[in-house]
């Protein structure tokens, strides 16, 4: 271990919880403080400059390729560095938080990989912050079961050669965790505390497994964001001893500037890249949040009108398996959100008819896996892709050269056929103070009319009633979209709510702050960049 100790982190407002002391030791939180001294300075100045990049987007109504890493794309010399042998094939991959059933069953679910979220499918409490750590540690020790109060079913875990290998998602920049601050009162970034209390207690022990510390990066806007992580990385490494490049990071493409610089942040990656993945709604809301000044061109429809197969949708995932397998990176496709009902069988029916003509056009168009969100999309996504890989563990070998995006398709999004429609309005206003409540209560991964929603859901509800109130968007109704008439869809909503689950749980829950949070978030002027910003303000624990 390295350098003289920095200053002690404090841990504020925040009631302690069981075994904390297995996670929060001296020697961890002295590793984050120093993540924290070092890198935090630099975490601050990119998120200004997204601010900047904003604003010239707002003046310019366009994004390019950027003309200063033009020789970067034109090498062909440079690829990523080879995949480790327990990253080799994952060709199907579960997502979702890191409470204790769903570690059990995740790392059972016959998916290759989990994405073991601390991100947008966990809301972060003191408490999942945590013990998600816990229980990642007692999961690679094989001190992990389940029973679950209400049914008193039990869960185990299988043998270690049938578990999904673990992909780790910390927070995004933007977030700090305001129970951990430094000597001056400065919050640490939450990306800091998830990434440095996973990999200072788990990488020699993932190794001795055979595996490593592999993580997921969310939010990711631009290459530097990228060079800021593998700068990360490099120290981390060398703090605890371990080769380096022997973490391995996919990175998110789940903004609209990312996308101009898929190779950029591989190249910054390349000693520790594995793959990139396309992120659908983050993506939509990114989209969204930048243009939001472009004018009509720009408006999106309903988000469920948006497809895979829109163009713009289209040249952005193309563009991303060419790019993947023109660096030797895997290219991990999208996300089937269903969620099984156990009394309509009719609507498994379709809904799976969708999820699998989904993979098999993510495989047919060169993805190396994909993501689902329940154990029973398992076997579904694991069939499209078993069809096109057969016996290799990826199709990095395709190169679809055939695939020339520019700079403009990836913005085309006037090019859809759909419209906003009043029902969509209506949708987002349900999905938005459902999923919000739910956050409110410490649930970041929510079944909502049998989609499985997390905070990129909530994100692309309200900015697309911000955009349409702002755009002053017309429905086939007749109505204008206004914040009139939002807040009377918002009041329905909340009294249909009331009625659906009857006064004792309506009074129990977080229903009329959700419902004004909603609003705020979707009305102000004032466009805050991540509603989970505000949010963390109302969050308690």
């Not at 042998?85 to 938080?97: C, F, Q, S």
């Not at 080769?243 to 990312?258: D, H, N, S, Y």
């Not at 023109?326 to 009719?346: L, Y």
């Not at 979707?522 to 109302?538: C, E, G, I, M, R």
Request: glycine letters at 6%.
């Amino acid at each position: 271990m390295s350098a003289p100790a920095p200053s002690p982190l404090a841990i504020v407002d925040a009631e302690p919880l069981p075994r904390q002391e297995e996670v929060l030791t001296e020697a961890a939180l002295a590793f984050v403080a120093e993540l924290h001294r070092r890198f935090t300075p630099r975490r601050d100045e990119l998120l200004a400059r997204r601010a900047e990049r904003r604003a010239e987007i707002a003046r310019t109504s366009t994004l390019d390729f950027l003309p200063e890493t033009a020789a970067i794309r034109a090498d062909d010399s440079w690829k990523v560095a080879p995949s480790p042998a327990a990253l080799n094939d994952r060709r199907v991959e579960i997502t979702g938080p890191t409470d204790r059933k769903m570690t059990i069953n995740a790392l059972n679910s016959g998916a290759r990989v989990w994405l073991a979220d601390f991100e947008d499918a966990s809301a972060p409490t003191w408490e999942n912050v945590v013990l998600g750590q816990v229980n990642l540690a007692d999961a690679y020790t094989r001190n992990i079961d389940f029973t679950d109060p209400a049914s008193g079913k039990s869960y185990a875990l299988r043998p270690d050669e049938e578990l999904a290998t673990v992909v780790m998602r910390p927070r995004g920049w933007h977030l700090n965790e305001r129970h951990l601050v430094d000597a001056d009162g400065s919050q640490v970034p939450g990306a800091f505390v998830d990434f440095g209390l996973y990999f200072f207690h788990n990488a020699q022990r993932l190794l001795d497994l055979g595996k490593g510390p592999y993580f997921y990066l969310p939010k990711t806007e631009s290459h530097l964001e990228a060079r800021l992580w593998n700068d990360v990385f490099v120290f981390a490494q060398d703090y605890v001893g371990i080769p380096q490049g022997t973490i391995r990071a996919t990175v998110l493409i789940e903004t609209i500037t990312a996308a101009y610089e898929m190779e950029e942040i591989l190249y910054e990656l390349r000693d520790h890249a594995s793959g990139l993945n396309a992120g659908r709604w983050d993506y939509l809301f990114s989209i969204v949040k930048n243009f939001r000044d472009g004018g009509a061109k720009f408006v999106l429809p309903d988000r469920n009108a948006v497809t895979m197969t829109a163009p713009f949708m289209r040249a952005y995932t193309e563009l991303l398996v060419r790019t993947c397998h023109k660096r030797g990176a895997h290219a991990i496709g999208g996300m089937a959100a269903f969620i099984p009902s156990r009394r309509d069988a009719e609507v498994n029916k379709v809904a799976f008819e969708k999820v699998r003509a989904d993979k098999d056009r993510e495989a047919g168009d060169g993805f190396d896996g994909s993501w689902v969100a329940h154990p029973d999309l398992v076997p579904i996504a694991m069939e499209s892709f078993d069809k096109v890989l057969g016996d290799k563990p990826n199709q990095k070998d395709r190169l679809r050269e055939d695939v020339h995006v520019e700079a403009a398709d990836l913005i085309a999004v006037d090019s859809l056929d759909a419209k906003p429609t009043y029902n969509g309005l209506v949708n987002a206003v349900q999905v938005g103070i459902r999923y919000i409540e739910a956050w409110l209560r410490g649930l970041g991964a929510v079944a909502i009319f049998n989609l499985m929603e997390d905070a990129a859901t909530a994100e692309i509800s309200r900015s697309q009633i911000w955009q349409w109130i702002n755009a002053g968007v017309e429905f086939e109704n007749g109505e204008k979209a206004t914040p009139e008439l939002a807040r009377k869809v918002a009041a329905e909503e909340l009294s249909d709510i009331r009625q659906e689950i009857g006064e004792e749980a309506f009074a129990a829950g977080h229903w009329q702050q959700a419902h004004d949070l909603l609003l705020q978030v979707s009305l102000d002027d004032n466009y805050a960049d991540f509603l989970t910003l505000p949010a963390y303000q109302q969050l308690k624990g």
